[in-house]
């Protein structure tokens, strides 16, 4: 079983910890730097950006979490969306750069502070991780507003990506965690796994 680390600074960490525990991973609660070790992948929850950031800056781990990244997945929802991101606009902040995506925060104004939605996913989505809609619980979320040539894109909503997978790492700018579907969390525990089978 696979060992996936939880950022546990913010955001509802612990519905994500269930949701991997169902997709048949042990979470671990990361809080410092040195609980990233031996860890086979990290999940970044929700939470407000900016916020974490100084979160990340006061533990020490911003750097560690690029570091991280560039070698093991990162599944990043919501603001973890965000910090994955490779360009951050309004406002433009700091990112850790490791997904080709523009990512605009609050973007849908407050209209879409919370809404939970009915998603039809893309084909290579259904045959990775099943058929059927998709709920995706959006709370204040960003809009992925451009993505590099080697992006798939997992989901749209208003024709924009909300879901999307590049290379070992995946983001969606809607909340899986609070979802009863686990396929997102699933496919993402998968890929870890074919990753680490690849690795050894």
Known sequence: MRRVG???????FEAHGKALEQAGARPVMVRRVTELDGLDALVIPGGESTTMLRLLEDEG???ALRVFGRQRP???TCAGAILLAGEVTNPPQPSLGLMD??????AYGRQLESRVVRLEPEPEFARAAGEGELEAVFIRAPIIRRTGPNVRVYARYLGDPVLVAEGRHMAATFHPELSADRRVHRLFVEQVERGAATAG
């Not at 939880?6 to 955001?11: F, Y």
């Not at 995506?101 to 609050?106: A, L, P, Q, S």
């Open 101 to 106: 995506i523009v990512v605009e925060r609050n």
């Open 6 to 12: 939880v950022l546990a600074l913010q955001g509802d």
């Open 74 to 76: 990162i599944l990043g």
């Open 61 to 63: 781990m911003f750097e």
